[in-house]
């Protein structure tokens, strides 16, 4: 079976990384003035565990839905916490724009628009915008793999403990 590579990214330090990896640091400064700790220690671990999670190992199935269920959660919560940041910085977007066109001409509307999106403050809170979408948009999707994921360790959790009752209730044949 072949396995996706787990840091498919490099870094121009020439480092290998993950694409979230990435946006987690790109996004660390426009969500801590917020008071939003970007942590996810441990959730490597735990996807390299369901990685190489086996359909007999009942207790090992177990520990993975509990903890699945419970990376789910959080980044449900962060989800949401970064989608309202994100929000916010498209306004803030809108004013830093706005602003930019009247300073770059009051007259002429479309041309102040135009003019303005080669203000450093427009492309600046454009950037703020879009790695805050990017990461609330790979904070979802991570939402739906660790709910699919949590889903299949419980159905091989279920299926273990079934053919283990079955096998307990059969007589033995020789």
Avoid at 148 to 172: E, F, I, L, S
Wanted: include cysteine; glycine fraction near 2%; aromatic fraction near 10%.
């Amino acid at each position: 079976m072949a396995k996706p590579p787990v840091y498919p990214l490099k870094t121009i330090e020439g480092k290998s990384t993950s694409y979230f990896r990435i946006l987690v640091l790109w996004a660390r400064d426009y969500v801590q003035p917020d008071g939003i700790e970007l942590n996810f220690s441990g959730y490597e671990k735990t996807l390299e565990e369901y990685a190489d999670l086996n359909e007999n190992e009942l207790n090992k199935a177990w520990k993975l839905a509990k903890e699945l269920n419970t990376w789910s959660e959080y980044f449900s919560s962060i989800a949401n916490l970064i989608q309202k940041v994100y929000l916010d910085a498209e306004t803030e977007k809108n004013e830093v724009k706005a602003l930019a066109s009247l300073e770059a001409d009051n007259k002429k509307v479309t041309n102040g628009d135009r003019l303005s999106n080669k203000s450093e403050k427009v492309v600046q809170a454009r950037k703020k915008r879009n790695v805050l979408k990017s990461l609330h948009e790979e904070l979802c999707a991570k939402v739906k793999f660790l709910e699919r994921a949590h889903y299949h360790c419980k159905a091989t959790y279920d299926a273990q403990v079934k053919t283990n009752t079955v096998n307990q209730n059969r007589p033995y044949v020789s």
